[in-house]
């Protein structure tokens, strides 16, 4: 892969990531509302069925999508309130449906699915299936899935694992190209094409590169209705509901999962989104300005209110750049006035162990870290220059998140 396309994958995965924002792409959801009420005036725990502007309750939600074979959840990947919501419907569906339910994750490579099989049944430590969601998603994040994940192991719940793993994204593209006869896969939905093409605007040059996107967008996507529909026709899935947890992007409007499944499945199913009016926002989120194209479709079956919080001011940093050496961890950057400064930690330092615990790579450090917040401790023990020293880290508060 040249340099170019490189930079251009890169820029598709953060797309993917920021794909879940409002007419100012944030964290808030996905452009749309009901023509009936603006989401904006909606009050915290409402749920309002978009087609008619009715407000029903938690229980009268479940009641109507009773007859749904998959229920899609769009998130916004950076809202703590937003994977809170997926656990109540997850658990509100599980107690409705104790030995028939199944949840689908964008999260997961499906090469990762053995793995996950092993975690579920206890043949894996959580420590080894952290590595095994760093792999596909990112190991930051996992603060945001760790207490869904936990409960559906917990009751035993199936977890497929439905995106394309990181490591054939290109080469998996590139096969679809060449059976397209040098065109990348375009969608087939013209409106999905101009919500894309509203994405794309300002952010990369070129035809070739616009289509790329696209190419990249169309992989996930049948990807992921590729394996929930071979879940769903197995027998292990044959008699199940799903619930599907994406991107609010890949779900909104129908023309994403939705209607890739559709076209192959004639399966009724609801989306959900979560929305969040200003009002609600307790920290700042990420944002995207997008001049989005106002669509003649429902941006979802239900709009679910919940605040918006990211982690970004109560995750712990200890603000170094890691390399895995055979000496060890070695430290190779440290950030001024981070919590390893103010330790006096140094670069070319070797990180032996943390609280007690061994540190064999940089992941476990990263481990260690992950329970931590802001005013704990960790004790440190260093390697320096052959001398080894323990230091004691303070974790202090990431500059420039003041709270809202």
Not at 84 to 105: D, F, H, Q, T
Not at 158 to 179: F, H, Y
Request: aromatic share 8%; hydrophobic share 40%; proline share 5%.
């Amino acid at each position: 892969m040249n340099v170019l396309n490189r930079k251009f994958l890169l820029f598709c995965l953060m797309m993917g990531v920021l794909m879940t924002g409002c007419k100012t792409m944030d964290s808030c959801g996905v452009p749309g509302g009901s023509p009936y009420r603006d989401p904006g005036t909606m009050k915290r725990g409402e749920i309002l069925h978009v087609p008619t502007g009715v407000t029903v309750s938690e229980d009268e939600f479940y009641d109507l999508t009773v007859g749904s074979r998959i229920v899609y959840v769009g998130e916004s990947h950076d809202n703590i309130y937003a994977h809170r919501l997926e656990l109540e419907i997850i658990k509100s569906l599980n107690r409705r449906y104790p030995e028939g339910l199944a949840v689908a994750m964008e999260m997961f490579g499906r090469r990762s699915q053995e793995d996950i099989d092993r975690w579920l049944a206890g043949d894996m430590d959580d420590k080894e299936f952290l590595s095994v969601f760093a792999r596909d998603w990112g190991l930051p994040d996992y603060s945001y899935y760790r207490e869904l994940l936990h409960f559906i192991r917990q009751r035993k719940i199936p977890l497929r694992a439905i995106n394309v793993s990181r490591s054939e994204k290109m080469s998996l593209l590139q096969q679809k190209r060449e059976l397209n006869r040098g065109e990348y896969p375009q969608p087939d939905d013209p409106y999905q094409q101009q919500a894309l093409a509203a994405m794309f605007a300002g952010h990369a040059g070129g035809h070739d590169h616009l289509t790329m996107f696209y190419g990249m967008q169309m992989l996930w996507e049948e990807t992921m209705a590729e394996s929930i529909i071979n879940y769903l026709d197995s027998p292990a899935g044959q008699d199940r509901k799903m619930v599907v947890l994406a991107g609010g992007f890949h779900v909104a409007y129908g023309f994403g999962i939705p209607r890739k499944v559709l076209k192959q499945r004639k399966w009724p199913y609801t989306i959900v989104l979560p929305t969040t009016p200003a009002e609600l926002e307790e920290n700042e989120p990420q944002r995207m300005e997008v001049d989005f194209p106002d669509l003649p479709l429902y941006v979802a079956d239900y709009l679910w209110c919940i605040p918006y919080r990211n982690l970004n001011d109560s995750r712990v940093r200890l603000g170094v750049q890691l390399q895995d050496t055979e000496a060890g961890v070695k430290i190779i950057l440290v950030q001024s006035e981070s919590a390893a400064a103010a330790a006096g930690i140094e670069v070319e330092d070797v990180v032996k162990i943390i609280d007690g615990q061994p540190v064999q790579k940089s992941q476990d450090l990263q481990y260690a870290l992950l329970d931590k917040k802001i005013g704990d401790r960790s004790s440190l023990i260093l390697v320096r220059n052959g001398l080894q020293l323990e230091v004691e880290v303070l974790f202090i508060a990431p500059a420039g998140n003041e709270q809202k």
